[in-house]
């Protein structure tokens, strides 16, 4: 069996919870590698309606392991949340393993980063506020605590001083915020702990066996391409690499295991947070497409933020694929366009008196404008269609076109928000 990283090439937002859920039924492990309760997956299936932060998106189907692995950011108390939520709603995942490497959030990570946006005002990033850029620094910085260091309470004690030390002389002076008292922040985060003790393992090594007994994995991005902090828009990115180069790095498997990477990317562009968005559209034209988008309108899954939205970009997507290695695309959300006459795609950007193709750093992207050109509509509704022939003829002339422009073969296309609403692409 081969692996496959599902992954964003946008954004974020993409629609990666429902390809990820459609495709868990034939994996024996989902991996999160990366990021924390910072990004939500929505998924539609015949349970309900689920938002989730920090559990996999296999968890609805009883067969597969659930696993966090090395590089997720843990935040216990939301985890903890979830897995009370779905029980609540008659759901429990049967098999979850957290990795004894991961890094666990603190509450003072959380606070911090709430602070730092508030006092940035009109300059913030756009940060989900969840204390993901905290708790990557001090990962770097290596004052961050692990699951392992949790169970071991001398030990614990001793690296939440450590990791206090700094930020109690900053919380009074720089946001006028109390002191954190290391021995109350040692009993919370033990008390949390004993709840994921049950989970807790080496994963690596349990998927380095699933990977020799030929099973099957799936490693489940968060957020976007364009959100790297290396490739992406920087600054206005996430902390960590939601890119599938790194998946085998936050997951623990080898490099060469990975031989799928599908991409997902919407029909037409949305963003939540800050930062240059070339195909953004304003006014009557947003609000129509965001109240139509998604299953109940384009808003947040974490946030409940409403999403920037905006026509198809071609060249931040093409882009996005070519950093993310796809070797196949996933079109979600085809179906909210079929109330237009007209769809425009940006094939270019126009930027200095030139028109370009390539998609360009920060400093640039911020005065690039979109060169359109313009699909025929459809104006049909296209949910209950399962096979690619059966689409109207303008559908597929728009997915052909946008498959053209990216260079990346399209192979799945969802046509509306449940699990099977899914046309694949010969």
């Not at 390809?19 to 910072?38: C, K, W």
């Not at 600054?235 to 295991?257: E, K, R």
Request: net charge negative; glycine share 8%.
């Amino acid at each position: 069996m081969t692996v496959t990283a599902v992954v964003g090439a946008n954004w974020g937002d993409e629609g990666k919870g429902k390809i990820t859920d459609y495709l868990a039924r034939d994996m024996d492990f989902v991996v999160r590698f990366q990021g924390g309760s910072n990004a939500g997956h929505t998924i539609l299936n015949e349970f309900g309606k689920f938002a989730l932060h920090m559990l996999p998106s296999g968890v609805f189907y009883p067969h597969v392991h659930n696993v966090l692995g090395p590089g997720v950011a843990l935040n216990m108390i939301g985890l903890a949340e979830e897995l009370k939520n779905l029980k609540d709603r008659g759901i429990v995942p049967s098999h979850l393993h957290i990795s004894d490497r991961a890094q666990v959030i603190l509450p003072v990570h959380i606070l911090l980063d709430q602070a730092e946006e508030m006092r940035l005002g009109a300059n913030q990033f756009g940060s989900t506020r969840s204390g993901i850029a905290p708790f990557y620094a001090d990962k770097f910085l290596k004052i961050g605590v692990q699951v392992a260091d949790l169970f071991v309470k001398d030990r614990l004690a001793q690296r939440i001083e450590r990791n206090l030390a700094l930020k109690n002389f900053l919380l009074p002076t720089a946001y006028q915020l109390p002191i954190q008292d290391p021995h109350e922040i040692t009993e919370l985060v033990s008390h949390h702990a004993d709840a994921i003790a049950p989970y807790v393992c080496d994963t690596t090594s349990m998927l380095h066996e699933a990977l020799n007994n030929n099973q099957a994995i799936l490693l489940e991005g968060q957020l976007g391409a364009l959100r790297d902090p290396d490739h992406g828009i920087y600054p206005f990115t996430t902390s960590s690499s939601p890119l599938a180069g790194f998946a085998s790095v936050g997951a623990g498997l080898p490099p060469y295991s990975i031989s799928r990477i599908i991409a997902v990317t919407k029909a037409y562009s949305t963003c939540v947070g800050a930062g240059p968005f070339v195909t953004e559209l304003h006014g009557q034209d947003a609000d129509v497409l965001r109240a139509r988008g998604g299953d109940a309108g384009e808003y947040g899954a974490t946030t409940g933020r409403p999403r920037r939205v905006g026509w198809f970009d071609t060249v931040a997507t093409r882009y996005g694929c070519m950093i993310q290695g796809a070797t196949e695309v996933a079109l979600t959300n085809l179906d909210v366009l079929s109330y237009l006459d007209n769809i425009p795609i940006a094939t270019a950007y126009a930027l200095d008196d030139n028109t370009i193709t390539q998609f360009p750093p920060t400093a640039e992207l911020s005065q690039a404008q979109p060169v359109f050109e313009e699909m025929p509509g459809w104006r049909t509704d296209i949910t209950n269609i399962r096979h690619y022939e059966d689409l109207p003829q303008t559908a597929r002339q728009y997915v052909e076109r946008i498959e053209a422009l990216i260079d990346t073969k399209i192979r799945y296309i969802s046509v509306g928000p449940q699990r099977e609403q899914i046309v694949m692409k010969p």
